[in-house]
């Protein structure tokens, strides 16, 4: 039974829903959109200060083009800046991996040990950092502290030694203290992955004989690499823009030890007012953070997609 | 099967697992303890020392005193309630905006939807300085520097971020078909949006909000920059306690204590979703 | 109770035509059953009666009321889901009262209960009402949706395949306790398939989909004895209708079809189909005959249409047997009854009932009758 025949065509205002309905998406998401380009408003004008003069001296930034970037890449300090913001970076997400993957195999077995533990990792995590810099601050103050009495007693001569006053202790005392904050991120995330992999691939190799070596290098590894990715792409980013541990520990110094990008955003941009200069750190700070992060959950997806294949 | 060869291993785990235990919860400790110590007993390293509440009752009641970033007036309590007020204004606007953004995110397909939200989760690694210069310049020109609703608004680069991205994970979960029977059944978009899937995110939501409020709380640069005296921030005033003059570790301590009290509660009430929230999503832990 | 009129409905999803210039009228208090396949667009069918989806073109009335531009919940319609899609966050009793507690509906606490209970009682899941959603199995979950779904009285009852995922037992039962509550429930109704068998027992009409198209719409009687095309004919009925390519010959003043293949199997054109198939501009012929209509006899005496085949394998259904018996390349389904018993590769004659000949131009698929 069907109505034959051709109609002419129908009013669409008759077929489709109303026009408060088909808004609905968009006015959901205006506000969230209204408030994106509130932030991004700030990100592009300070591309374009990067461009221009802009200090105290002159507060009306006039275009000069790549002048700024000039300048900061021929500042025989960048070389050195670069240095430590890569050198912190890398130091820091290096040990954190490696050693929040030990803590997490140890983490991943029923003692009560491993219980409490894990509810006390996070500690570190939740203390907002600069606390935590000041907190091994005072640890390493050589008057009051107690890291040099405390190695002393193990028979290392570091008496009076200002941990932070010396720029060859500097960095590895803030790659320390990152170290110190960010591990359990790392180890419970990688707990989390541990306990999330299949047990039937180690069931099989369990049964056909495989050594715990050969299980974890071949097996677990693998298994785990996205999410070492992820772990990788949140400290890795973090601790390129580290400003706060720096910050606290030695503002910069001594000297400029620890002159990062951000520190020197901070000195140039902010203290010496030479707003344009400070800003074209940010900004190829922010170029690197953007490509490595890309590149990153790129590998990220991919690895998940052959992980599940696994 | 050696079960004594295992049995040792494990046990070495766990020692290796205590002193690591040991190298975490060493230097809280000490905070804590150095927070009791008396002035002049700051710079003798000694474990046994006469506790007093002095630094507690300095920093809360509030003695003048001069510092690096000249005299000042510590003035504890109102740190605090700032900290709270900013935090929590953070979250809730972060809420207001984001639980929406999520919810469309999750169910909508339109153009560029996963470049929008890439773009919201860089704001994650956003440089600040790339943000607080102009912004500082701005704040200026509005009348918005040192005042709560500047630093609420810079702070959602932190909390907005995390919270879409938690919550379009857990919207992504419900099946559409349950908004679909709940309209059939006879309910309002609205209505369907504060029976049904509210209550089904509660967990993320209330996980995601409340570490949101952490991250606010720690922060440190913005309040630094862009505020003053007005709305000056419990973990930004850790700082000053350290002067040329004199370093009153032991006031600093005892700020830094009360400053981290309220996050370690609410860390420990969330510890179920905490790892899903810290990596925002990426994993189910 | 209302009629429903669907007037040349098309859904697309992106490039996909899930429901294509669908057209359809439902009789007030009919239970209509959609049979179809996977992606045939019954669902969506469902979805575009209750409003959850917006039809890209084409018309939607219910009672006399154009309702494209109305939201589900202001048509006043009920449905049941395949995924059951029940409220998590509620107990069974929440789950089946919740449309009653739809704003705009005024009812009283006693009144909710009542309603609540006696679906309830009907649907046999009185005792699970405090439990909560998660802990109940697929048969209980499947109650409970068609409970939330029954329990005020819509204008259409929509089912979306209510009994497809109860095992094998509990499905035979409810499908006769839905014909006993066919005559309590004087809903307009549309019920979701691919079991033709439920299509069969249930349904006042049946429509069969596929890809979106409707391909026929009639009684049982209609679309199993006179389906309109080879589809609609497979769909119904199991084994499937045994199809054998032919051409039609005249041998000394007969017409018989002849199959394609060695010429193996003849059958009389019965007289009622003479003249369509001489009318037929078709070269190759699609035999119908459905298993039942096959039967095996000892011997040849006095039979006409008797084909010679061998057992390829024969299956013992309980209560009757299902033969597959080969005829050179071809192979032809029978049903028999069960104290038969037969050896593979044995040999066996076949007995078509002729007159129950259902027959398809080859190349269109089209039954020869429905010109």
New interface residues.
């Given amino acids: 039974m069907k109505l034959c025949g051709a109609r002419p065509a129908v009013d669409p205002r008759l077929v489709r829903p109303r026009w408060i309905v088909r808004a609905r998406p968009y006015l959901i998401i205006a506000p969230a959109l209204l408030l994106l380009i509130g932030i991004l408003y700030p990100f592009f004008l300070a591309m374009y200060y990067s461009f221009t003069s802009y200090t105290l001296t002159r507060p009306i930034p006039k275009f000069i083009g790549l002048a700024n970037y000039i300048a900061m890449v021929t500042d025989p300090g960048f070389l050195h800046s670069t240095l430590v913001t890569f050198g912190y970076a890398l130091g820091s997400t290096g040990i954190e991996l490696l050693l929040g993957m030990a803590v997490a195999l140890l983490l991943d077995r029923e003692t009560r040990v491993s219980k409490i533990l894990t509810t006390t990792l996070i500690f570190p995590m939740m203390i907002a950092p600069v606390i935590g810099a000041l907190l091994w601050k005072l640890m390493m103050q050589p008057s009051v502290g107690i890291l040099n009495p405390m190695l002393a007693m193990l028979g290392v001569n570091t008496r009076s030694l200002d941990w932070a006053a010396k720029p060859s202790t500097a960095l590895p005392s803030v790659i320390l203290i990152d170290v110190w904050i960010y591990t359990p991120f790392v180890a419970l995330l990688l707990l989390a992955g541990l306990r999330s992999l299949p047990r039937e691939p180690f069931e099989a190799a369990r049964v056909d004989g495989a050594s715990r070596w050969f299980t974890y290098r071949n097996l677990t590894l693998p298994m785990l690499i996205p999410i070492m990715t992820i772990a990788i792409v949140f400290r890795f980013m973090d601790s390129l823009k580290m400003f706060d541990i720096i910050y606290a520990m030695t503002g910069g110094g001594p000297g400029d030890a620890l002159m990062t990008y951000q520190l020197q955003a901070y000195t140039k941009g902010y203290l010496y007012m030479n707003l344009s200069y400070g800003l074209t750190y940010t900004m190829v700070l922010w170029v690197v953070i953007y490509f490595v992060s890309q590149k990153l959950v790129n590998f990220w997806n991919k690895s998940q997609q052959r992980a599940a294949g696994m | 099967m050696n079960t004594l060869k295992s049995r040792l291993r ?1 046990l070495a ?2 020692g ?3 002193i ?2 040991v ?3 060493f ?2 400790l ?2 804590v303890l ?1 927070s009791f110590k008396r002035t002049d007993e ?2 003798t ?1 000694r474990f046994f020392f006469h506790p007093t509440l002095e630094s507690y009752k300095v920093i809360t009641i509030g003695e003048q005193f001069v510092s690096g970033t000249g005299a000042f007036r510590p003035d504890f309590p109102k740190f605090f309630m700032n900290s709270v007020i900013l935090s929590v204004g953070a979250v809730l606007l972060s809420l ?3 639980v ?2 999520a ?3 999750a169910r ?1 397909r ?1 153009k560029g939807k996963e470049s ?1 939200a ?3 989760l ?2 994650r ?14 704040y200026r020109k509005l009348g918005l520097y040192n005042t709560y609703f500047g630093i609420i ?1 810079v702070f ?2 932190i909390t ?1 971020p995390l919270l ?1 991205w938690v919550l379009r994970g857990y919207f992504e979960e419900i ?1 559409p ?2 908004e ?10 609205w ?1 369907v949006f504060i029976r ?1 899937l509210l ?2 995110v509660r967990p993320g939501l209330a996980a995601s909000a409340l570490l949101a409020f ?1 991250f606010a ?5 913005y309040p630094l ?1 862009l505020g003053g005296s007005d709305v000056q921030t419990v ?2 005033s ?2 000053s306690f350290l002067s040329s003059e004199q ?1 009153y ?1 032991n006031r ?2 005892a700020a ?1 204590v009360i ?2 009290i309220p ?2 509660v ?3 009430s969330i ?1 179920r979703y ?2 899903r929230g ?2 925002f999503g ?4 | 109770m209302a009629k429903l009129v669907l007037d040349r409905v098309t859904k697309k999803f992106g490039s996909v035509v899930a429901v294509n210039d669908l057209s359809l009228e439902v009789a007030d208090g009919e239970f209509l059953v959609l049979l179809g396949p996977s992606g045939a667009g019954k669902t969506t069918t469902l979805k575009l009666i209750s409003g959850v989806e917006h039809s890209d073109d084409g018309l939607i009335y219910i009672g006399d009321k154009l309702v494209n531009t109305l939201e589900p919940p202001q048509r006043n319609v009920a449905m049941a889901f395949e995924t059951y899609a029940l409220y998590p966050n509620y107990n069974v009793y929440e789950n089946i009262a919740f449309p009653l507690k739809a704003p705009g509906r005024k009812m009283s606490k006693q009144d909710i209960d009542r309603k609540v209970r006696s679906v309830a009682e009907l649907l046999g899941i009185t005792p699970l009402l405090e439990r909560h959603v998660g802990a109940l199995s697929g048969g209980q979950r499947q109650r409970v949706s068609l409970g939330r779904a029954m329990v005020r009285d819509p204008e259409i009852l929509l089912l979306d395949e209510p009994i497809a995922h109860l095992d094998a037992k509990l499905r035979h039962r409810m499908r006769t306790e839905f014909k006993a509550l066919e005559r309590e429930i004087h809903t307009t109704t549309i019920y979701v398939t691919h079991d033709y068998l439920e299509a069969l027992s249930l349904a006042d009409r049946v429509v069969v989909l596929n890809l979106g198209k409707l391909q026929q719409v009639g009684t049982t009687d209609d679309v199993f004895n006179h389906p309109v095309n080879v589809f609609v004919a497979t769909q119904l009925g199991q084994p499937k209708i045994n199809l054998i390519k032919s051409t039609v010959s005249n041998n000394g003043g007969k017409l018989q079809f002849v199959s394609t293949d060695e010429g193996a199997i003849r059958l009389d054109v019965p007289d009622r189909l003479k003249d369509a198939v001489l009318k037929a501009n078709a070269k190759e012929f699609l035999v119908g005959i459905r298993p039942l209509y096959v039967d095996v006899v000892d011997n040849q005496a006095g039979r006409a249409n008797v084909i010679d085949a061998t057992v390829y394998v024969y299956e013992r259904l309980g209560t009757k047997g299902a033969l597959t018996a080969s005829i050179g390349s071809q192979s032809v389904d029978v049903i028999t009854p069960i104290e038969m018993d037969f050896r593979i590769d044995e040999p066996v004659k076949l007995a078509v009932q002729v007159d129950n000949l259902i027959v398809f131009d080859a190349a269109s698929e089209q039954n020869i009758l429905a010109a």
């Fill in positions: 494990s785990a766990d290796v697992l205590i690591y235990f190298f975490v919860l230097p809280i000490w905070m150095t700051l710079y390293t207001l905006v984001g929406p953004a919810y469309a995110l909508f339109f929008l890439f773009t919201f860089s704001f690694f956003a440089p600040e300085f790339a943000v607080i210069i102009p912004l500082s310049i701005i608004w959602q680069l907005l879409i099946s078909e349950i679909q029977a709940a309209q059939t059944d006879g309910y309002p978009w209505q049904i209550p089904l952490v709380w720690n922060n440190f640069v920059v973990t930004v850790a700082l370093a570790y600093m301590a830094c400053a981290s996050e370690i609410l860390a420990l510890q905490l790892i810290l990596s990426a994993v189910k832990g």
